[in-house]
């Protein structure tokens, strides 16, 4: 091949797979577009110098037909040129629409002023950490405005759409932390949505996840019980504020006597909380439809526990309802 990465210093370092399949196609067409210019150029001097006008030259010159051997030649030249850099991108191209199976899923959400990076657990970072030699899939949308995610180690360019949702990934080759960049101007500055990749080994990628995988580290029972909200989908059916949407709002729910399909009241206390959790449609409140997905065998006690105590901090009976629990 012509072109290699080594020939200039105007692309980061290689630090993904990608890398080759960008770098060596630019610098294979730079190369040859670059000795076709100085042939054209080279031809115009040439011509301009052997046809310039001399004193002594007639007027007008007699007419000459076109020269169509030279003429095909030189079409021939301009379209094989073109379908020599068709050929030496596609596989590039192809290489990077399709992600491996296997790939570690990662949602990217834009935003004015930072990225937010979801894990397959939920987990959510500014930055984006990234197991060495595992192919990593990214999801992409905006919350606002259109951005678009640069990040020049791993040659990723991914335009992000207001209401669309884009695709982009790669797999590092190398430890270590790689810029992000927006690409495109914001209100606040270009460098406004700037972060990180950041590749670990396998080991230090395991930690990370089993660090960031406990949920209870660094939070109250009630955050833990907010975050299980959001995680487990409770919030498609179950609102905070009141309104009904599914099923019954969970704003002031603990510590409330309500009636159920089968004429019975109940009060939602820590036991019945953990049926409806865990067994849902057994005991439904009146007016809503046994439609809920069981949580039996997907919530260990403590998550209960913990959500249990984030419907307190809804409830207006909640905290008089703990402390009696006392």
């Known amino acids: 091949m012509i072109g290699s990465a080594n020939l200039s210093a105007w692309f980061p370092e290689w630090a993904s797979t990608h890398a080759p399949d960008v770098d060596v196609p630019f610098f294979d067409i730079y190369v040859v577009s670059a000795c076709a210019l100085v042939v054209t150029v080279g031809l115009a001097v040439v011509f301009l110098r052997t046809y310039r006008r001399q004193d002594g030259d007639p007027d007008r010159m007699p007419a000459q037909g076109n020269n169509k051997l030279l003429l095909g030649v030189w079409v021939l030249a301009a379209v094989s040129l073109g379908v020599y850099a068709f050929q030496l991108g596609l596989a590039g191209y192809v290489a990077q629409d399709v992600a491996p199976y296997g790939a570690t899923e990662i949602g990217v959400t834009a935003r004015e002023g930072r990225w937010d990076f979801t894990y397959p657990d939920g987990t959510v970072t500014d ?20 951005q678009n995610l640069s990040i020049p180690a791993m040659r990723v360019q991914q335009p992000i759409l207001p209401g669309r949702t884009t695709e982009a990934w790669f797999e590092t080759i190398a430890v270590g932390s790689f810029p992000i960049h927006s690409g495109t101007f914001s209100a606040l500055t270009q460098d406004s949505l700037a972060t990180a990749v950041i590749s670990l080994s396998t080991a230090d990628y395991d930690a990370w996840v089993a660090a960031v995988g406990d949920i209870f580290a660094g939070r109250t029972m009630a955050e833990v019980g907010e975050l299980l909200y959001n995680q487990q989908g409770c919030k498609a059916c179950h609102s905070l504020d009141g309104a009904t949407v599914v099923g019954p709002s969970f704003k002031n729910v603990y510590g409330f006597e309500f009636l159920t399909t089968s004429g019975e009241t109940i009060t939602a206390d820590d036991a019945y909380i953990k049926e409806s959790i865990l067994t849902p449609n057994v005991s439904v409140i009146d007016g809503f439809q046994p439609v809920m997905t069981p949580y039996a065998g997907k919530l260990d006690d403590r998550e209960i526990e913990a959500i249990i105590e984030f419907l307190k901090t809804l409830s207006e009976r909640g905290h008089a309802a703990g402390q009696e629990g006392k």
Do not use: S
């Open 127 to 146: 930055t984006l950490r990234v197991e060495v030699g595992q192919p990593v899939h990214l999801t992409l949308t905006t919350a606002d405005v259109a």
